[in-house]
């Protein structure tokens, strides 16, 4: 059963913003639906073709055009993630025969500004974590690299402390490569401790001001130390995050929840199919994730190779690595 459909663009969206240099966005939206005929007159866009999915695209330009007004520029990955959202099931509970959440709200939910560049999430996976962060005290973001676990979880801290909801930032790492044992590495501490807790910096840089870090660093504002070193402290008033949490042992990652504080809150980020530890060490991610399961105020959120922000090939990877390893 065909269908015909007719989308007028409000004057204040630009055609080339919605359509893409060279109607590259166009032609995103054209090979995911291979069926359905669209043709661009002015600022008239019409459809034909399959009745479900000229529907489907329909609400694909609609939440584009919100997109474009939201002030998110559009590219062909953006039609991707929208149209994986537009077929997310529903939860639980939602009316919205589309999924839990429209790819607008996800699209344009702005955590972070920083020298004009606002930080959002990318998917519906990591607007899920985002909001989790929001409203439990502890959030573990679990899954594998380039879904945003870490950058996400700094972007909300960064954006807390802005906000006067906490006084620091408190970012940490186990050092595994050097069992936590520091002092045989070259150089002052600084140095020794630099290579571990260089992503955190990385990710830092991307959203303060490079120039006031020393000084928020020198003020303890924002601190950056080996998981070891927060050892017998209370951490009160902070937004503490943990990164690479598979590679604690469970005594570590006993100790590091153990250290959180009133008006804190943390965030503990890892990939579980990346574990450093010597053979037969059993990640403390994976013994919390037995034990804390349905606690209250403790969140779980599982990210996957649908919320990988790189490029497109590195979430075709992590699924083929996961195959392979079932097969094996």
């Not at 660093?217 to 130390?225: C, K, Q, Y």
Request: hydrophobic share 40%.
């Amino acid at each position: 059963m065909t269908d015909q459909h007719r989308i007028i663009v409000p004057g204040q969206v630009s055609m080339v913003e919605l359509l893409g240099e060279q109607d590259v966005v166009l032609h995103a939206v054209e090979d995911g639906f291979p069926g359905v005929d669209v043709h661009v007159r002015g600022n008239e866009i019409a459809l034909s073709g399959p009745k479900g999915d000229v529907g489907v695209v329909a609400r694909l330009l609609d939440e584009l055009i919100e997109v474009v007004e939201g002030g998110t520029p559009l590219s062909p990955d953006v039609v991707r993630r929208s149209v994986q959202m537009l077929a997310a099931p529903s939860a639980p509970g939602q009316p919205d025969l589309f999924g839990e959440y429209r790819p607008a709200e996800v699209l344009t939910h702005n955590i972070l500004t920083n020298r004009g560049r606002s930080i959002r999430p990318k998917t519906l996976g990591q607007r899920q974590y985002v909001d989790a962060i929001d409203a439990n005290t502890i959030t573990f973001g679990l899954g594998p690299a380039g879904t945003g676990k870490t950058y996400l979880a700094m972007a909300k801290a960064v954006a807390a402390l802005q906000a006067h909801q906490i006084s620091r930032i408190i970012l940490s790492r186990p050092a595994v490569e050097a069992g936590e044992r520091l002092g045989f590495l070259p150089g002052t501490l600084s140095e020794k401790i630099d290579p571990y807790l260089r992503p955190l910096y990385d990710a830092l840089h991307d959203m303060v001001d490079p120039v006031t870090i020393p000084k928020l660093i020198e003020a303890g504002t924002i601190e950056v130390a080996p998981l070891a070193f927060l050892r017998g402290r209370s951490l009160n008033d902070a937004f503490i995050i943990l990164d690479e949490a598979q590679n604690t042992t469970f005594e570590q990652m006993k100790m590091f929840l153990t250290r959180l504080g009133f008006g804190s809150k943390m965030v503990i980020t890892g990939d579980s199919t990346q574990i450093d530890l010597p053979g037969g060490t059993a990640s403390g991610l994976r013994v919390a994730y037995d034990v804390l399961t349905g606690v209250d105020d403790v969140e779980f959120c599982t990210l996957t190779s649908a919320d990988v922000v790189r490029h497109r090939l590195v979430g075709d990877i992590i699924d083929a690595y996961a195959r392979w390893e079932v097969r094996k």
